[in-house]
């Protein structure tokens, strides 16, 4: 099958954040770190690539049709983001029932279709697997980039890996990996428990040759925040993965 | 395009547990209640349709090739259940790289390739999402019913309701939904911590006409034992979950 490429003059730096397994927190992450770059003074896109699971319309309660020009779609700017989200188009509660060929079309039009400005990075937020969605990128954006999130749970770090080598296959660089839920904090006492007693992630890092990102704790208040549209500001782990990710990709 | 019927006439109920929403413990609920069931006397197997994150070598630590017998795989059994993964005839690390139509044939071959022995109910662990196993299951079993996975968290439920109409889409029953990650309980003080604090579960089931057939905590002693391949027992929640299940089913 003859590949087609995608071309996207405008934009510096494509960053796939995939994780293999879902529910890890992928796009949380993925919305923390597009916000928070923002903050710094970059210009940021974030693309929700999960077509049968968005989040971007959940986290920003936008829900409307982005307006057309040309016959490109306009992103929606908030919170300091370009944001585009098949949520967008398509109805709230509506089943998407599509087979892999044409979500593949999907995925290319949120990428081709859409006037994304000049911008220093997109972040795109990926469907969970190594689907077509990762074949179709990997194989169509040469210049793609990938950062992986992980719980350290086994079963996690087994579709991380999985994911990983999937990226490596293609040629597709990866940029370092983000530990999830590492922790959980009692509101009440402050006691701090592991929550998967996994691995432990940074010496699994330098083991495989891979940067580690950081990790982030399970924290009531992100997933309020998150929900509620809002960034987490000043949160020390946040911080120290934001400047870890520009160290990485000398943005 | 022709739909190809599998049938199965060993097998009395054949129930996906599905989530939309991935990582919201769709896989450790299934083993669960697939062994509990099992220890009631019943004949479980269990199918772990998720191609791209098979759980089921983690969980029971098998790896090897099932043996093959007329041209049929034999599926393992261990703890009690009969059970078959693409996980089993894969390499542990190997990335698959599949895109739709090769999805649907392996998918395929999971339910008809395999000598399933007589079983009273096998449960599917569905991959997350709503795409190519869901409407390869959806259209081609015509016995299907499912039971839906979901945690209160806002995100995980709309993906969950759009998970849902897919299947009434394709007049599949829903047997009901299992709340999952509720609360966490600290190990120190005891305090239950609300987890995600969105919807209530129960009232959301109600107003949707839905049967609730309970939840659990996100409990650390249940993660590390499943990741060992032990299945919880005497756990007060389980047991509920698994006495409404046969309640839907009349198994």
Not at 64 to 90: A, C, D, Q, T
Not at 119 to 142: E, K, R, W, Y
Not at 178 to 184: G, L, Q, S
Request: proline share 5%; with cysteine; glycine share 10%.
């Amino acid at each position: 099958m003859k590949i087609q490429r995608i071309t996207l003059p405008n934009i510096k730096n494509i960053v796939a954040i995939a994780s293999g397994k879902g529910g890890v927190g992928k796009s949380t992450i993925a919305y923390n770190l597009a916000v928070n770059l923002s903050k710094k003074g970059y210009k940021v896109g974030l693309l929700d690539a999960d077509i049968y699971g968005p989040s971007l319309p959940c986290f920003t309660g936008i829900r409307h049709k982005p307006s057309l020009s040309e016959k490109k779609f306009i992103p929606h700017f908030v919170n300091g983001l370009y944001g585009m989200s098949m949520g967008f188009l398509l109805e709230k509660k509506a089943p998407v029932l599509w087979r892999g060929p044409l979500l593949q079309t999907a995925l290319r039009q949120l990428f081709q279709d859409v006037a994304w400005p000049l911008l220093d990075v997109l972040f795109v937020d990926m469907p969970p697997g190594t689907g077509d969605a990762h074949i179709t990128l990997g194989q169509s954006i040469p210049s793609l980039q990938v950062v992986l999130v992980s719980t350290s749970q086994q079963i996690a770090l087994e579709d991380t890996m999985r994911c990983l080598k999937t990226f490596q296959k293609m040629n597709v660089p990866i940029l370092g990996i983000i530990e999830n839920m590492k922790t959980f904090v009692c509101k009440n006492c402050g006691t701090e428990s592991d929550i998967f007693s996994g691995e432990n992630m940074e010496a699994l890092c330098q083991k495989e040759g891979l940067s580690f990102l950081g990790g982030l704790p399970l924290d009531l208040g992100i997933i309020q925040m998150t929900n509620q549209g809002k960034s987490i500001d000043q949160n020390v782990f946040l911080e120290k993965i934001v400047n870890r990710f520009l160290e990485a990709t000398h943005i």
